[in-house]
T-cell receptor, first 114, second 112 residues
């Protein structure tokens, strides 16, 4: 298995632009999570899906953030418009049966908003 | 709200020595995870502990879980430089809808 695949690995964008991050979970996993990692706040859960349905988006910082999962093998996290304080590493993770075998993280997208 | 605290946050040790990282959490849970993160890299799963008294070992690392004390430990035996990384513990309540909450991380440096 190729693991959780995220793209792009790095993204540099100007303030105000739209940014879309992509994630392909491990095949067969029924939960997908989006996390953000910063030095100040550590690892924070933004949103998670179960069987493609968003379950808890209470960690999404603002309305500028949105996430979708149109099918079992693809999810996006969109920021529109982006701001410098959104600069962080965004991780996607997937799991089977709510983490009974653990949570597998992707390689992350390092986002820089200038 | 579930809180997860690790200590120490920074650990510098010599090769060949032993040490323990502690992970305390605030509410009932019987599910705890340990991850390793190298600089600029993703989180690599080390251990999944799913019950009270669980103990798992891999190489020079051993993790244990005491759900009554709400404590997990990650013990390092005869450290080597390759173990230098940041180690995170994370806890969830084991039920759908609970949030996986991470500790602050322990930055380990093993010196020759």
């Amino acid at each position: 298995d190729a693991g959780v695949i995220q793209s792009p690995r790095h993204e540099v964008t100007e303030m105000g632009q739209e940014v879309t991050l992509r994630c392909k979970p491990i095949s067969g996993h029924d939960y997908l999570f989006w996390y953000r990692q910063t030095m100040m706040r550590g690892l924070e859960l933004l949103i998670y899906f179960n069987n493609n349905v968003p379950i808890d988006d209470s960690g999404m910082p603002e309305d500028r953030f949105s996430a979708k999962m149109p099918n079992a093998s693809f999810s996006t996290l969109k920021i529109q418009p982006s701001e410098p304080r959104d600069s962080a590493v965004y991780f996607c993770a997937s799991s089977l049966r709510w983490g009974k075998s653990g949570y597998t993280f992707g390689s992350g997208t390092r986002l820089t908003v200038v | 709200e579930l809180k997860v605290e690790q200590n120490p946050l920074f650990l510098s040790m010599q090769e060949g020595k032993n040490y323990t990282i502690y992970c305390n959490y605030s509410t009932t849970s019987d599910r705890l995870y340990w991850y390793r993160q190298d600089p600029g890299k993703s989180l690599e799963s080390l251990f999944v502990l799913l019950s009270n008294g669980a103990v798992k070992q891999e190489g020079r690392l051993m993790a244990s879980l005491d759900t009554k004390a709400r404590l997990s430990t990650l013990h390092i035996t005869a450290a080597v430089h390759d173990l230098s990384a940041t180690y995170f513990c994370a806890v969830d309540r084991g039920t759908s809808g609970s949030r996986l909450t991470f500790g602050e991380g322990t930055q380990l440096t093993v010196n020759p």
